[in-house]
């Protein structure tokens, strides 16, 4: 017998940093042991914003996956800034060179829809260009 799902909830949390709070607690789910096995898996990315799909079920016990860090928040870091731009199309806030276009690609494939990594750079140049970052080359 299967168990019955209480709720799946997205969150955004800080890697190795995880601590019961009310994000947690609209999960219903037993929040110390989430955030010692959430900070155990994510402990070599301390400080990284990670997003994570918790599966609560109605027995308290949970599942979850951890995904890739936004790729916002790896072109800002990339680039040296603190947030993207007002008006990409006028003001440009930062560049980044393709080697880094080609890491930060790389290390988001598993979440992106794309066959390879050339594409995944397609799609993480077109982020940052939203965000007033050009690519030098």
């Known amino acids: 017998m299967s168990k019955k799902i209480a709720k ?26 989430f955030c010692t096995e959430f900070n155990a898996k994510t402990s070599d990315r301390i400080g990284d914003v990670i997003p994570v799909i918790i599966t ?7 599942d979850f996956i ?13 680039a040296g800034i603190s947030k ?10 930062g560049h980044i060179n393709k080697e880094q276009l080609r ?3 790389e290390y988001k494939m598993p979440d992106l829809n794309a066959n390879d ?12 260009r939203n ?6 080359d």
């Open 84 to 93: 993207g731009s007002s008006n990409a199309k006028t003001t440009k806030v």
């Open 8 to 33: 799946v909830v997205k969150l955004e949390l800080v890697g190795g940093q995880a601590k019961p709070g009310p994000k947690l607690a609209s999960a219903g789910i037993l929040m110390p042991k």
């Open 131 to 136: 965000m007033g970052i050009t690519i030098d």
């Open 56 to 62: 609560a079920y109605e027995d308290k016990s949970f």
């Open 103 to 105: 890491k930060i690609a």
């Open 66 to 78: 951890i995904k890739t860090t936004p790729v916002t928040i790896l072109l800002k870091k990339e």
């Open 117 to 128: 990594v050339e594409a995944a750079m397609k799609i993480v140049e077109g982020s940052a």
